[in-house]
């Protein structure tokens, strides 16, 4: 598999291609300003003693404290997560919001402990790194398989260690533990608004069928966000496998089946497909919402979606995405897509930072315009320089990043 973090500096040298950054500005975003590792040791229910290696990169800090997730995935590593840092810093410049790029990790299968035997692994990487943390330093946030509770075990171990009661050095929290209004569907329908803003640029149909690559909370809730608005979703894949049903998948009804079952893989009326066949399945819009390099080089030229919504991480590789614009697929590119968590996890580190609480509404409603603000900018880029969305996007980052680390 592609090492992702080289991916991640090719997607920088090819935006660079379009627009000249100054060399030294460059260099400087080749590598993080710091990253740690730590041996997490964790005693487990059988009493042997199991140590677990633990990540935090800190990328870039010119717009802020970093933010990022912090990943348990059994193929977590440094590239990994350096990579994802990278991305955090750019997307928090697409979104505008004051905030620089970290990320965390542990490599771990997180299915495999005891819910026990993961509160200690989340104390332990908390213990690990609370001296790098802070609200006004580093602020984490969950990622793939961590979940608000994992967040407050987090958030209570660093008041511990600390003594800050705020809660602002954690977001993604439950609502009764300072977490905001909106948080848990904020990524997939940020996606959403971006895909909503720029359908009429790209002549897409005012009803799209939808396959969606991915489906736990950010797929789940963009299924949800775009059936809502009258698209139809005919193709889902989870971890286990696919389905199709061309005539269109209630998604609650999936929902409950997946919670009943354990997958997607048997949802009446539907017919089982493999996740190769799923990513390439013939449909208005593509979503990979699950883990990086899903389009490569081998199945660009297979990719019968006319419009990919990258609402997973690094789903399509720098070969893929020449392929695919050569084919005139337009790609909206993750740090854009998938920016409305960031978003609205900077909403719940100011509200604890305020002592407030907003409603939904007001939530949703600042969401909105930023993501419908930020799709805008960065379409107008992509035309001013004759470019596809992910350079555009890089760009509009680059330039938000190079301003603040002039000052």
Same mark, same amino acid.
């Given at each position: 598999?592609?090492?992702?973090?080289?991916?991640?500096?090719?997607?920088?040298?090819?935006?660079?291609?379009?627009?000249?950054?100054?060399?030294?500005?460059?260099?400087?975003?080749?590598?993080? &300003?710091?990253?740690?590792?730590?041996?997490?040791?964790?005693?487990?229910?059988?009493?042997?003693?199991?140590?677990?290696?633990?990540?935090?990169?800190?990328?870039?800090? *010119?717009?802020?404290?970093?933010?990022?997730?912090?990943?348990?995935?059994?193929?977590?590593?440094?590239?990994?997560?350096?990579?994802?840092?990278?991305?955090?810093?750019?997307?928090?410049?697409? *979104?505008?919001?004051?905030?620089?790029?970290?990320?965390?990790?542990?490599?771990?299968?997180?299915?495999?402990?005891?819910?026990?035997?993961?509160?200690?692994?989340?104390?332990?990487?908390?213990?690990?790194?609370?001296?790098?943390?802070?609200?006004?330093?580093?602020?984490?946030?969950?990622?793939?398989?961590?979940?608000?509770?994992?967040?407050?075990?987090?958030?209570?171990?660093?008041?511990? /260690?600390?003594?800050?009661?705020?809660?602002?050095?954690?977001?993604?929290?439950?609502?009764?533990?300072?977490?905001?209004?909106?948080?848990?569907?904020?990524?997939?329908?940020?996606?959403?608004?971006?895909?909503?803003?720029?359908?009429?640029?790209?002549?897409?149909?005012?009803?799209?069928?939808?396959?969606?690559?991915?489906?736990?909370?950010?797929?789940?809730?963009?299924?949800?966000?775009?059936?809502?608005?009258?698209?139809?979703? /005919?193709?889902? *894949?989870?971890?286990?496998?696919?389905?199709?049903?061309?005539?269109?998948?209630?998604?609650?009804?999936? /929902?409950?089946?997946?919670?009943?079952?354990?997958?997607?893989?048997?949802?009446?009326?539907?017919?089982?497909?493999?996740?190769?066949?799923?990513?390439?399945?013939?449909?208005?819009?593509?979503?990979?919402? *699950?883990?990086?390099?899903?389009?490569?080089? &081998?199945?660009?030229? &297979?990719?019968?979606?006319?419009?990919?919504?990258?609402?997973?991480?690094?789903? /399509?590789?720098?070969?893929?995405?020449?392929?695919?614009?050569?084919?005139?697929?337009?790609?909206?590119?993750?740090?854009?897509?998938?920016?409305?968590?960031?978003?609205?996890?900077?909403?719940?580190?100011?509200?604890?930072?305020?002592?407030?609480?907003?409603?939904?509404?007001?939530?949703?409603?600042?969401?909105?315009?930023?993501?419908?603000?930020?799709?805008?900018?960065?379409?107008?880029?992509?035309?001013?320089?004759?470019?596809?969305?992910?350079?555009?996007?890089?760009?509009?980052?680059?330039?938000?990043?190079?301003?603040?680390?002039?000052?």
């Amino acid at each position: 598999m592609p090492n992702v973090f080289e991916n991640a500096l090719r997607q920088l040298e090819r935006a660079n291609q379009v627009k000249k950054f100054p060399e030294d500005f460059l260099t400087l975003l080749h590598q993080p &300003q710091r990253e740690v590792r730590a041996h997490i040791p964790v005693r487990m229910d059988d009493g042997t003693l199991r140590v677990f290696e633990g990540y935090r990169v800190e990328y870039n800090n *010119a717009r802020g404290p970093y933010k990022g997730g912090i990943r348990f995935h059994p193929e977590t590593d440094i590239n990994e997560v350096k990579a994802l840092a990278f991305w955090m810093t750019l997307k928090c410049a697409v *979104a505008n919001l004051p905030m620089g790029g970290g990320k965390g990790g542990i490599t771990v299968d997180p299915k495999k402990l005891s819910k026990t035997e993961l509160e200690k692994l989340a104390r332990g990487w908390m213990r690990a790194f609370a001296d790098i943390l802070g609200p006004r330093k580093d602020v984490p946030a969950p990622d793939v398989n961590t979940t608000p509770e994992i967040m407050v075990w987090m958030v209570d171990e660093y008041a511990k /260690i600390t003594g800050d009661k705020s809660g602002a050095v954690i977001t993604g929290k439950p609502l009764d533990k300072g977490g905001s209004e909106g948080r848990g569907p904020a990524t997939g329908l940020g996606g959403f608004y971006v895909f909503d803003k720029l359908r009429a640029y790209y002549e897409l149909p005012e009803k799209c069928a939808v396959v969606v690559h991915g489906f736990g909370n950010v797929g789940l809730n963009a299924a949800e966000s775009f059936e809502r608005a009258g698209h139809k979703i /005919i193709g889902v *894949a989870d971890s286990r496998g696919a389905i199709r049903k061309i005539d269109g998948i209630k998604v609650a009804e999936l /929902i409950e089946h997946k919670n009943k079952t354990g997958s997607v893989v048997g949802f009446a009326g539907s017919e089982s497909i493999t996740h190769a066949e799923n990513i390439i399945s013939e449909c208005d819009i593509l979503i990979p919402a *699950a883990l990086e390099n899903q389009i490569t080089a &081998q199945n660009a030229s &297979q990719i019968k979606a006319k419009f990919i919504l990258e609402l997973a991480n690094g789903p /399509i590789t720098p070969e893929a995405d020449d392929i695919l614009f050569e084919r005139g697929i337009p790609v909206v590119p993750d740090i854009l897509a998938n920016s409305g968590g960031v978003t609205v996890s900077t909403f719940e580190w100011e509200q604890n930072l305020k002592g407030e609480h907003w409603g939904e509404k007001e939530v949703l409603e600042k969401l909105k315009k930023i993501m419908e603000t930020e799709a805008q900018n960065v379409f107008t880029k992509s035309q001013e320089l004759k470019t596809d969305l992910r350079r555009a996007a890089f760009i509009l980052a680059l330039e938000r990043i190079q301003t603040a680390t002039e000052l």
